[in-house]
């Protein structure tokens, strides 16, 4: 079975530029997450989309994140513009469902890198 | 508020030697899940294990074992003659029923030399 896709795996970005991040979850994971991780920290999540319904985006820095599933599946996760301090791994997980039985898995993640 | 402490930042041991991870939680929640994820260079979190707040017997899985003692809020991570390979972050989470995002630690990061 595959596992989770993230694309790019690395970006390097002059501060106040735009990025895109994309994200592709296992095969019929309802459930859909992205994480930001910097350096020494755990994850921290950013949102969580349930189908392409967004169930928890209240750590989303809404002025500058964006975050999309159209169509239930694939995710594109874009910051504009960006900020010295957005540098870190941004990581993307599913699950079956959203219940605290259901496991995430994750993906490679994306390292940013702000300049 | 749920919170997860992993007090050793950084762990070294030489390989065949036994290493535990420790693992301290809050929560008000009765109902929880905690999980141990292994974060190799690649970045990728691997899944470990989840254990439920109602089941505290202990668990092997080859090398891998976990110790869950409710009593001292812990869920301890042992490896047994542990291999370069095992060289990674480890964090540990938690998720409840009441508070459904998964909150991690800061991590261990376990350096198996040869």
């Known amino acids: 079975e595959a596992g989770v896709a993230q694309s790019p795996r690395y970006k390097i970005i002059e501060k106040r530029q735009s990025v895109a991040f994309w994200c592709n979850p296992i095969?019929?994971?309802?459930?859909l997450y992205w994480y930001q991780q910097i350096l020494g920290q755990g994850p921290k999540l950013l949102i969580q989309?349930?189908?392409?319904?967004?169930?928890?985006d209240s750590q989303l820095p809404k002025d500058r994140f964006s975050a999309e599933r159209l169509k239930g599946v694939d995710s594109t996760l874009k910051i504009q513009p960006a900020k010295l301090e957005d540098s870190a791994v941004y990581l993307c997980?599913?699950?079956?469902?959203?219940?605290?039985?259901?496991?995430?898995?994750f993906g490679p993640g994306t390292r940013l890198t702000v300049l | 508020a749920q919170k997860v402490t992993q007090a050793q930042t950084e762990i070294s041991v030489v390989e065949k030697e036994d290493v535990t991870l420790d693992c301290v939680y809050e929560?008000?929640?009765?109902?929880?899940?905690l999980f141990w994820y292994k974060q190799p260079p690649s970045g990728e979190l691997v899944f470990l294990i989840r254990?439920?707040?109602?089941?505290?017997q202990n668990e092997i899985s080859g090398r891998y074992s976990w110790n869950f003692q409710k009593s001292t809020s812990s869920f301890n991570f042992t490896i047994t003659a542990s291999q370069v390979v095992d060289s990674a972050v480890y964090f540990c989470?938690?998720?409840?029923?009441?508070?459904?995002?998964?909150?991690f630690g800061t991590g261990t990061r376990l350096l198996v030399s040869p």
């Open positions: 997980a599913s699950s079956l469902g959203v219940g605290p039985t259901d496991t995430q898995y």
């Open positions: 095969s019929g994971h309802a459930t």
């Open positions: 989309f349930q189908n392409n319904g967004v169930v928890d």
């Open positions: 929560t008000r929640d009765t109902t929880y899940y």
């Open positions: 989470a938690l998720k409840s029923t009441g508070f459904q995002k998964l909150v």
């Open positions: 254990r439920n707040s109602f089941d505290e």
